[in-house]
């Protein structure tokens, strides 16, 4: 962040009671650099509360979060300003994706789809619920429409409805080089394996953690965007058409699942005649 070109922002560090050297690190930064923050919490609060107050800690027009294993190339902030200053009607901007690995070697690109961008608030909200186009997250954002939206809740999924949200406010828009390097590796959050449990705690809730209310729950909050946004009849509806596909192909998805785990317990079920055995994630603003 302290190498991007454009040189007018605060890099806020929401720190989540960490328990490594990150505190010495971050102090050691700010003493050297004043657009640096640094703000502690007592007691780890989960991500979801800890992205939200890094959000209430900014005070300028323009924010965004930052995940500690991406990185971005120095002209990221630069290209995703100048959008947001030159076209009133957008909300988020964003550059193209590299997906890098732990070495931030490059092996995949991600262009943006395209849906995100549209004119119409309910083919951007498709683009988010059943294109699952959730980059959206790390983009630019104008802080005043930030303010209308709930932020991120606690719950797994909620990154998702968030970013369903600001497409619900405004269109998004892209520069169109490879600036963002989204790092994939086996530590990152999406890619443990986490137990259910787990995924809750993370996510910053105690209570009612079982894997069968992740989905309801997006569900629930994915209407609840619906109905808080500014939107026509027709584009009320086209949305909670779009959102009731989504439902239909995951419940679909969902029971194929389960059938074919009984399928394969009946196939596999062993002979009771056999006495053998067998085996079966911080943040700044602009």
């Known amino acids: 962040m302290l190498a991007q070109t454009f040189t007018d922002f605060e890099l806020i560090i929401s720190d989540n009671a960490s328990t490594d050297s990150t505190q010495e690190i971050v102090r050691d930064f700010a003493r050297r650099d004043p657009r640096i923050r640094y703000v502690r919490n007592t007691h780890n609060i989960g991500v979801a509360q800890n992205f939200n107050q890094a959000f209430t800690q900014s005070t300028a027009p323009y924010f965004r979060w930052v995940a500690h294993d991406?990185?971005?190339?120095?002209?990221w902030l630069a290209a995703c300003v100048r959008i947001l200053d030159e076209r009133p009607e957008v909300v988020l901007a964003h550059t193209y994706v590299n997906?890098?690995?732990?070495?931030?070697?490059?092996?995949?690109?991600?262009?943006m789809e395209f849906r995100v961008r549209h004119e119409r608030p309910s083919e951007r909200f498709a683009a988010v619920v059943r294109d699952r186009e959730g980059s959206g997250v790390w983009g630019l954002m104008r802080s005043d429409v930030l303010r209308t939206t709930p932020l991120h809740g606690s719950y797994p999924?909620?990154?998702?409805?968030?970013?369903?949200?600001?497409?619900?406010?405004?269109?998004f828009a892209f520069h169109e080089e490879y600036l963002f390097n989204l790092r994939e590796h086996d530590f990152r959050h999406t890619g443990r394996?986490?137990?259910?449990?787990e995924e809750w705690e993370w996510w910053g809730q105690t209570r009612f953690r079982s894997r069968?209310?992740?989905a309801?729950?997006?569900?629930?909050?994915?209407?609840?965007?619906?109905r808080r946004a500014n939107l026509s009849a027709g584009e009320r509806m086209s949305c909670y058409?779009?959102?009731?596909?989504?439902?239909?192909g995951y419940m679909g998805a969902t029971s194929l699942r389960i059938l074919n785990r009984l399928r394969g317990r009946?196939?596999?079920?062993?002979?009771?005649?056999?006495?053998?055995?067998?085996?079966?994630?911080?943040?700044?603003?602009a």
Do not use: W
Not at 193 to 197: D, G, I, K, L, R
Not at 241 to 248: E, F
């Open 266 to 285: 009946v196939v596999n079920a062993p002979d009771p005649n056999n006495q053998g055995s067998s085996m079966s994630v911080q943040k700044s603003n």
């Open 70 to 75: 991406d990185y971005l190339e120095p002209q």
């Open 157 to 171: 999924g909620s990154d998702t409805v968030f970013v369903a949200e600001m497409a619900l406010r405004g269109r």
């Open 241 to 248: 058409r779009h959102l009731g596909a989504c439902v239909r």
């Open 99 to 111: 997906r890098v690995d732990r070495n931030g070697q490059i092996f995949g690109k991600k262009p």
């Open 193 to 197: 394996a986490m137990t259910p449990e």
């Open 216 to 226: 309801p729950r997006v569900y629930y909050h994915m209407r609840q965007a619906i």
């Open 212 to 214: 069968f209310l992740i």
